[in-house]
């Protein structure tokens, strides 16, 4: 174990700057402050460009959603168009058979359309239970 010194501590003398030393530091703090306001002045710039950015990402996002809505409507439109006209034409079929006094074929049609519906409505339920039992999957189209 070292011993204690026994020799006193004395704090230097005050040191006396001379004037072309302070003028150094002086000219060293003016050039930190400079600095400094550069760094204030780039860092604002740097935080507006941002926010323009982040709101023209919203504007362009909620535009890409109202596109995606629209688009969605008219796929929505075309589907119900078509069943109608494909009920239109399955009705018009059944119609045309009792005309010609066919009462077995058009039996045999509204038989058919009832297998194919209630599959439909069967794998439709089917597909929605188990989609209600998987835990919801997150979406990764933010880019």
Do not use: C, W
């Not at 494909?86 to 074929?105: C, E, P, R, S, T």
């Not at 039992?133 to 990764?140: A, D, L, V």
């Amino acid at each position: 174990m070292p011993k204690p010194s026994t020799e006193l501590h004395t704090l230097p003398a005050k040191a006396v700057l001379s004037a072309e030393t302070l003028e150094k530091f002086i000219n060293n703090q003016t050039k930190e402050l400079e600095l400094r306001s550069q760094e204030l002045v780039l860092q604002s710039q740097k935080d507006k460009n941002s926010f323009d950015f982040g709101k023209s990402a919203l504007l362009v996002k909620a535009q890409d959603r109202k596109e995606n809505r629209d688009h969605q409507y008219k796929q929505r439109q075309q589907t119900y168009i078509f069943a109608g006209f494909a009920g239109i034409m399955v009705i018009g079929l059944v119609v045309y058979a009792l005309h010609l006094n066919k009462d077995v074929f058009a039996v045999e049609i509204v038989k058919a359309i009832v297998f194919i519906l209630t599959g439909g409505v069967g794998g439709y339920g089917l597909a929605r239970s188990k989609a209600s039992q998987e835990p919801p999957q997150s979406k990764t189209d933010d880019r």
